[in-house]
C-alpha cells in the first residue's frame, strides 16, 4: 500500500487554495466537480463536492480539496483536539515563509520555535493556520541550507 493523497474540507475553496498555492508553493493538479456516486460514498444522499488537487514541487505529497455542500457544522482544527490533524512540511526555510504568510495576512500559533530537545533541536518549527483554522506545521532542519528553496 501507498499514500495518495490526504484531503481537507474547506469552506471556501479558492480562499483555501491561494494559501497552499500562493503561500506554500503547492502545484494545482486538478479541479472537479463530483459525480452522482458521492451521496452514497458520503453517506450524505444530497451532497455535492467539489475537489481541488495539489502537489508539492517534487510530486511527493498530494492534498486534495473538497468543498462539500451543504456544509455541516465543524470541530475548531486550531485547537488541535481528538478529530482533528494537521499538515507538516520540511525543507525550508521556516522563518522567511512564516514572514511570507503573516505578511500575506495568514495567521499563526505562534512566532517560530528554536526547539532545545527532540529531533529538531537546533533547527525551526512553527505551526500556520490556514484558512479553516487547520494546522500547518513547517520544519526546518537543523544544519538544513536550503533557503533558497521555499
Known amino acids: ?13 479558492e480562499r483555501s ?3 497552499y498555492v500562493d503561500g506554500l508553493g ?5 479541479a472537479w466537480t463530483s459525480g452522482p456516486y458521492i451521496g452514497e460514498l458520503y453517506g450524505r444522499p444530497n451532497v455535492k463536492v467539489k475537489a481541488m488537487l495539489l502537489a508539492t514541487g517534487d510530486g511527493a505529497f498530494r492534498l486534495e480539496l473538497a468543498h462539500a455542500e451543504p456544509l455541516l457544522p465543524a470541530v475548531d482544527p486550531s485547537e488541535a483536539q481528538p478529530g482533528t490533524a ?12 512564516y514572514a511570507k504568510m503573516t505578511a500575506l495576512g495568514y495567521e499563526a500559533v505562534s512566532e517560530p520555535v ?7 533541536a537546533g533547527g ?4 500556520l493556520l490556514d484558512p479553516d483554522g487547520n494546522r500547518v506545521e513547517l520544519i526546518q532542519a537543523p544544519g538544513w541550507q536550503g533557503s533558497d528553496k521555499s
Open 86 to 97: 494537521h499538515l507538516a512540511f520540511t525543507d525550508i526555510d521556516v522563518r522567511q515563509v
Open 114 to 120: 528554536a526547539p532545545a530537545s527532540g529531533p529538531i
Open 124 to 127: 525551526w518549527l512553527v505551526y
Open 26 to 30: 503547492l502545484t494545482r493538479l486538478d
Open 17 to 19: 487554495a491561494r494559501f
Open 1 to 13: 500500500m501507498r499514500h495518495h493523497h490526504t484531503a481537507l474540507h474547506v469552506t471556501d475553496m
